[in-house]
């Protein structure tokens, strides 16, 4: 058996020594001489020296001749100051006894990197005490070493994935806080508060700020900000800015004291660009040359303005500064345009809804202080929901008591039955509301509204269904119009007519029946000079004229108070026309009358369903304006017309070629008391012919027009139904 067997206790040491994965020497503790050294030892150091004290060549020497060599040792230890330190260890040990405990010592390297060493020096006593020697020990720690590095490398790392994770964190809460509030609530100043104090808290922001813009005067006005400007002088300021004065980029603030809001601005037209403006570190800025107003500089280092663009329509900014410097991508920044977009969104809605409000009390204002009277009635119960004053005055009730009650439940909806028959005869005006809500639309309606007091008032009214865009009715419009006045007005006029009428009537026809008496007399005996004849021919003529204007004035009385009936009969239309055409004919020796027959021929008939004297009426009418308008005489054509493809119909016309009515006048002449502007005012008439014409033919159920050129003559129309509707 070969067993190493040490023969002495030295051997066993030197076993210990030369297998010990710790290096050991020993100096003296006088000179610091290198002593004795194991391997280890040596080896560590080994690669630390020149090649001269390599291979063992320090053991001998002092610490002090091979310690201060250049050599390849790591950086650290090529300071002096660092091996000073160490030589000042070994003699601080070899004077106090103290052993001194290195902390780790990066020396030599291996293909990982350095390696690491604890090493310790502890004092060897003399049995007298003093210290003779020195022990150095040298143990190897870089695995250690290398595990805590790479350990403080992974919490480094954690640590700023953490950082960025709350990072993260603080910017989507603020956001959320800010798109929460614009979802409950539409408190613009409100959502400015709560933004500005997440961003405070989450982002320690030294102040914060959100302006509106009105782009209408093209000035931010400051909603909400902190700290509020009670409590910071700088931010009175910021109250109010114009557009052209916000600060283009990163040009910032005017040099001149004023209002100082970076906001990117485009140029050419002056607009604030969508883009946000970061100032990373205002400090730099204004080092490197750029010009940052003072008060801004102040006020912290990173500093974002975010511009609010809704669609194309700039809100307002949003602005912070912070107390450190910012990143252009950081969290604060993207926190800002996150919650940007949100802030825009809501102060778009509350710049609609102030629109709107505005629109609809300018409207409530108009409606207000219309004469007329408007109601708006709901269709689901027939509530009147809003109704103006003069609605109110007009139906004779105060406006609570108008409103939010349903139509039927109004105490004046009911009680019609008392009221006189004639006032039966105008609709009521609740009749036209129902009528509305049903989906009618009525204009100008003679109506009566009998007041809770009694009184009546007449009124014009109109009503619409309202509608929403979607084509579903919501309620229904009704507009009162006070026509009183006028009625009674009218009434009046219309009682003095009849009774001046009567009265004129019967004194003319007494003077021409004495006319007459006298033609007649004259004419027997011959004892008439021929004055006396002439002026009692003019006597019969005109008296028989004011008798027809007497029955004109009349017509029209009767028309206005419901009289004016026709009397029908099957009459022939031929012959109608040709008695028109003779005693008109004698009227006149300028003028030429002809008849002109179309469809039919001289020797038939054309029978129609009319009122004769009315359409007498009509065709002498027709007939003696064609006259009287014609002052140069001339050619005058009384046409009728029968078709086969309209055997129910018949067209009459008059043509002539007198002055002709000019084409603005052509749509009032049918109107009473309508004269054109180009007759000769000696020309006898009212203006009542034609509007009477009018009425007796629409009666009939026919229609009348006029072709005209001015100065070249006018042809008038009349289509005339020949059976009644029911057939004949
Ligand atoms: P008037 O008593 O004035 O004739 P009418 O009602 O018969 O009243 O006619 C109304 C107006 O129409 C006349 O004043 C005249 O200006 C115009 N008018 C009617 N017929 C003719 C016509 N044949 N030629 C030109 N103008 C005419």
Redesign the pocket.
């Known amino acids: 058996m070969n067993h190493y067997q040490p023969t002495e206790t030295s051997s066993y040491m030197q076993i210990m020594l030369e297998h010990t994965s710790v290096g050991m020497a020993v100096y003296d503790a006088l000179d610091l001489c290198l002593l004795e050294a194991n391997t280890t030892f040596l080896t560590i150091f080994e690669n630390l020296l020149t090649p001269y004290w390599q291979h063992g060549k320090i053991l001998g020497h002092c610490l002090t001749d091979w310690c201060f060599i250049k050599n390849d040792l790591s950086p650290r230890h090529h300071s002096e100051a660092v091996l000073h330190h160490v030589i000042e260890v070994f003699h601080t040990v070899a004077q106090t006894g103290i052993p001194y405990r290195g902390a780790e010592y990066a020396a030599g390297n291996d293909q990982n990197g350095p390696r690491y060493w604890n090493w310790a020096v502890d004092p060897v006593r003399a049995p007298d005490g003093h210290i003779v020697y020195l022990v150095h020990t040298a143990s190897e720690i870089t695995e250690q070493i290398r595990a805590r590095k790479q350990a403080e490398q992974e919490n480094f790392v954690l640590a700023q994935t953490n950082s960025t994770v709350e990072a993260e964190r603080k910017r989507l809460e603020v956001i959320e806080t800010v798109a929460r509030c614009v979802r409950d609530s539409q408190d613009a100043v409100h959502l400015g508060n709560i933004t500005i104090e997440a961003i405070r808290t989450h982002f320690h922001a030294n102040s914060a700020c959100l302006h509106i813009a009105d782009s209408a005067q093209r000035v931010l006005r400051l909603l909400c900000s902190y700290p509020s400007t009670d409590e910071d002088e700088a931010l009175k300021r910021l109250e109010y800015i114009p557009f052209e004065s916000m600060v283009i980029g990163r040009q910032a603030a005017p040099r001149s004291g004023g209002a100082s809001l970076v906001v990117g601005r485009d140029q050419a037209q002056g607009e604030p660009k969508r883009d946000p403006v970061v100032i990373e570190d205002m400090q730099d800025v204004s080092g490197s040359g750029r010009n940052i107003h003072a008060s801004l500089i102040q006020m912290g280092r990173g500093y974002i303005c975010v511009p609010l663009w809704f669609g194309d329509q700039f809100e307002g900014t949003l602005c912070a500064i912070f107390p450190t410097p910012i990143r252009s991508s950081g969290p604060e920044v993207r926190a800002l345009v996150g919650s940007g977009i949100h802030i825009a969104a809501a102060l778009a809605q509350v710049r609609l809804q102030t629109l709107i409000e505005r629109e609809h009390s300018r409207l409530r204002a108009i409606l207000d202080q219309l004469p007329e009277g408007i109601l708006i009635a709901e269709v689901s119960n027939g509530t009147i929901n809003y109704a103006n004053p003069a609605a109110a005055q007009i139906l004779g009730i105060a406006l609570p008591d108008l409103i939010e009650v349903p139509l039927h439940q109004h105490p004046w909806s009911k009680g019609r039955k008392e009221e006189a028959p004639e006032s039966q005869a105008i609709l009521p005006w609740n009749f036209v509301v129902v009528r509305a809500l049903c989906g009618d639309t009525i204009k100008s309606k003679e109506t009566l509204v009998v007041r809770p007091d009694g009184s009546k008032v007449v009124t014009l009214t109109s009503s619409a269904p309202l509608y929403t865009d979607d084509g579903i009715m919501t309620g229904a419009m009704i507009v009162f119009q006070d026509v009183t006045m006028q009625k009674s007005l009218e009434q009046h006029k219309n009682d003095f007519l009849s009774i001046a009428n009567h009265e004129l009537r019967t004194p003319i026809t007494v003077i021409q029946g004495f006319a007459e008496i006298l033609q007649l007399k004259g004419s027997q005996d011959r004892s008439l000079d021929p004055l006396t004849t002439y002026a009692l021919t003019s006597i019969s003529e005109q008296s028989q004229h004011l008798t027809h204007l007497i029955e004109e004035m009349l017509d029209i009385s009767r028309i206005e108070q419901a009289q004016f009936t026709l009397k029908r009969s099957p009459r022939d239309l031929l012959a109608l026309l040709r008695r028109a055409i003779e005693s008109q004919a004698i009227t006149t020796r300028q003028h030429t009358l002809h008849l002109v027959l179309e469809g039919l021929p001289s020797t038939d008939t054309l029978v129609g369903f009319i009122d004769e004297g009315r359409m007498i009426q009509v065709l002498n009418?027709?007939v003696?304006?064609?006259i009287?308008?014609?002052p140069c005489g001339g050619d005058i054509e009384i046409g009728l017309r029968s078709s086969e493809e309209e055997p129910h119909e018949a067209l009459i016309w008059?043509k002539?070629h007198?002055?002709?009515?000019a084409a603005h006048?052509m749509q009032n002449?049918?109107k009473?008391?309508?004269?054109?502007?180009?007759?000769d005012r000696s020309?006898?008439?009212?203006?009542?012919?034609?509007?009477?014409?009018k009425e007796v033919v629409v009666r009939h159920g026919g229609r009348v027009w006029?072709e005209?050129t001015e100065g070249k003559?006018?042809t008038?129309y009349v289509m005339l139904p020949l059976n009644t509707p029911g057939g004949f």
């Open positions: 009418n027709l003696s304006n064609a009287k308008y014609s008059v002539d007198g002055i002709g009515i006048e002449i049918f009473r008391f309508h004269r054109a502007g180009n007759i020309t006898s008439g009212f203006g009542i012919g034609l509007y009477l014409v006029v005209s003559g006018s008038f």
